[in-house]
């Protein structure tokens, strides 16, 4: 970092202390080779930085936070900004004889299984979600009658800790896991990047926090600010991808 200004100098949360100058310098070059991470450059400290506090600290102009914003966006876009968790599969093992069954209806969980159905003489139904054998009414979408039977996707949605953002600005309570608004698969967010993400089976872009598709959620914000509209709250239930539209 640049030393021996005359001006004065901000001390960073790794102790160090640097001009807004050399910090803007310095970030910049760390945007240029790639990175979305901001780490301190004295010899010795690998201690990462905040973009909050990047940004507090360097006295970034507004024209300067919107490069910025973009290329810490391009960076992350980069690299893996999430964990895929949970993806609705076409095809279950029956649990009596481990045949390949396809489930008729993504609204309904119970599936006919046509080997057990033909070696017993009379039909043979499991349920999607628990792999027993099926019990209740039917069609139906949310559990059978079956102990203990539960959607454990929905289940994380609904008790996943929230996330607490290193680089997005007043975002509080936001779950940490969502569901994909059109295909239903479940990501996790990594906290040190940006708000958006892609979904890596439909390839739709949206926001974590509001769950607007990206290109809606920047009309009002950027990607690292926090949503006009708010955080959306957790989700009660799964998407279902009813049709393949591209809508990134």
């Given at each position: 970092m640049c030393e021996g200004f005359s001006s004065l100098k901000a001390q960073m949360s790794c102790g160090h202390a640097v001009t807004p100058m050399s910090l803007t310098n310095w970030c910049l070059k760390l945007l240029e080779q790639g990175s979305s991470r901001f780490v301190c450059g004295q010899f010795g400290c690998d201690a990462e930085w905040s973009y909050a506090e990047v940004r507090k600290m360097a006295l970034l102009t507004p024209q300067e936070m919107k490069h910025f914003d973009k290329a810490l966006a391009l960076n992350a876009g980069q690299r893996k900004v999430f964990h895929f968790c949970f993806s609705p599969s076409a095809t279950s093992q029956c649990p009596e004889c481990k045949t390949p069954a396809a489930r008729q209806s993504e609204n309904n969980l119970c599936v006919p299984c046509q080997v057990c159905?033909?070696?017993?003489?009379?039909?043979?139904?499991?349920?999607?979600?628990?792999?027993?054998?099926?019990?209740g009414p039917k069609p139906c979408s949310e559990r059978c009658e079956n102990i203990g039977c539960c959607n454990s996707a929905l289940e994380t949605l609904i008790t996943c800790p929230d996330i607490i953002f290193e680089s997005v600005v007043g975002v509080r309570g936001c779950p940490s896991v969502r569901a994909c608004p059109t295909c239903g698969s479940l990501l996790e967010h990594k906290r040190s990047h940006c708000k958006h993400i892609r979904c890596p089976r439909c390839r739709l872009g949206f926001c974590f926090v509001c769950l607007k598709a990206s290109a809606e959620c920047l009309k009002t914000s950027s990607y690292f600010e926090a949503c006009s509209c708010g955080v959306a709250p957790r989700q009660t239930s799964v998407p279902v991808w009813k049709n393949k539209i591209n809508l990134h």
């Open positions: 159905t033909a070696k017993n003489g009379h039909t043979y139904e499991f349920c999607w979600q628990c792999l027993r054998e099926w019990k």
